[in-house]
């Protein structure tokens, strides 16, 4: 079954339309890259994509410790190198809506590190994640 659909709309910009749920994403050209940077790049996507999947892997667990993360943010950083062109690294820093449970928050970190998108990168992608608890 077909997840989205994809179109270029010019000037170094396109559209991503998730068909189930028929909600549109923007993607521009970085300005560093002959672009405007007037949404997130594809590179952004990947990093922002670590984090909500981490997110979601620990919001899953949360619900079966019977406890909320509403409220928990993630602070995303991309590097990128050159030669080829591509992420380096990736700095994830949650600021956790609960108060550090020794044994709550080493559930929840090692859930976070399960999420498909963390075993999908390629290995030479330096992921720096940082959990902070109340």
Request: include cysteine.
């Amino acid at each position: 079954m077909t997840t989205s659909i994809v179109r270029y709309l010019g000037d170094l910009r396109s559209s991503s339309m998730h068909l189930q749920s028929g909600t549109e994403i923007l993607n521009d050209a970085p300005i560093d890259n002959h672009g405007k940077g007037e949404a997130f790049s594809p590179t952004d996507m990947v990093a922002n994509s670590l984090a909500t999947c981490m997110l979601t892997i620990m919001a899953i667990k949360a619900i079966d410790l019977e406890l909320e993360l509403k409220g928990t943010t993630a602070e995303v950083t991309k590097i990128m190198v050159a030669d080829p062109r591509r992420i380096s690294e990736i700095h994830i820093t949650f600021q956790m809506n609960l108060v550090e449970d020794k044994k709550i928050s080493t559930i929840l970190e090692r859930s976070a590190l399960t999420c498909p998108v963390y075993y999908s990168l390629h290995p030479d992608v330096k992921k720096v994640i940082t959990f902070n608890w109340k």
